[in-house]
């Protein structure tokens, strides 16, 4: 069975840093293209970043670009986000999804459970 | 950025109804739509991919259609478990963008 269970969200003053894990099981992680979604409190879904399965190649929306950075250890199936210079608005659930690499449209088939990161002083 | 727009934001069913909602991209995206479901404390559920395709597992009541720039999705039927939030999705280019959502309640 697929799973991909988060990690490490919390309460954080606005300016500070936290670093989000997704530990994958399941499947062949090294294989698969992986990301990160969020949702904010009675708001929609935002795409945040992805990864291939070599780390070649990074992408990330613009509301996050030069703050957050998405990285990944194959050998331990795990996933990261490591998130600086926090703000308010960044106060959200938190989600890794497996993007099904090989499948028209790469569409996010897998997802955790979500961790919640409040940013606040 | 290529912009999803969904309408409408939210609707009012009843069991049995069928339900259509749609996603309009702010460019020719081909079939790059993929459309999730989203309950309260759950994660994000894949329904549909690449505009039409049904994710394995899903119902048969959950259909999608579309291509370039607008896209349907319809639920035939509507059951207890189907009322939930529905998310479009274009992976067309990066930034990969979502709709803001239709909530069927």
């Known amino acids: 069975e697929v799973q991909l269970v988060e990690s490490g969200g919390g309460l954080v003053k606005p300016g500070g840093s936290l670093r989000l894990s997704c530990i994958g099981s399941?499947?062949?992680?090294?294989?698969?293209?992986m990301h990160w979604v969020r949702q904010a409190p009675g708001k929609g879904l935002e795409w945040l970043s992805s990864i291939d399965e070599s780390s070649s190649y990074l992408y990330y929306a613009g509301s996050v670009e030069g703050r957050f950075t998405i990285s990944r250890d194959n050998a331990k199936n795990a996933l990261f986000l490591q998130m600086n210079s926090l703000r308010a608005e960044d106060t959200a659930v938190y989600f890794c999804?497996?993007?099904?690499?090989?499948?028209?449209?790469?569409?996010?088939?897998?997802w955790g459970q979500g961790t919640l990161v409040t940013v606040s002083s | 950025d290529i912009q999803m727009t969904q309408s409408p934001s939210s609707l009012s069913a009843s069991v049995g109804n069928s339900v259509s909602f749609t996603c309009r991209a702010s460019q020719s995206i081909s079939k790059y739509v993929n459309w999730y479901q989203k309950k309260p404390g759950t994660a994000p559920k894949l329904l549909i991919y690449?505009?039409?395709t049904l994710q394995s597992g899903v119902p048969s009541r959950f259909s999608g259609s579309g291509a370039g720039t607008d896209f349907t999705l319809t639920i035939r039927s509507l059951h207890p478990e189907d009322f939930a939030t529905y998310y479009c999705q274009q992976s067309f280019s990066i930034p990969w963008t979502f709709g803001q959502g239709t909530k069927v309640e």
């Open positions: 690449a505009a039409t």
């Open positions: 399941g499947f062949a992680f090294s294989s698969f293209n």
């Open positions: 999804a497996r993007d099904a690499t090989t499948v028209t449209a790469e569409p996010l088939d897998y």
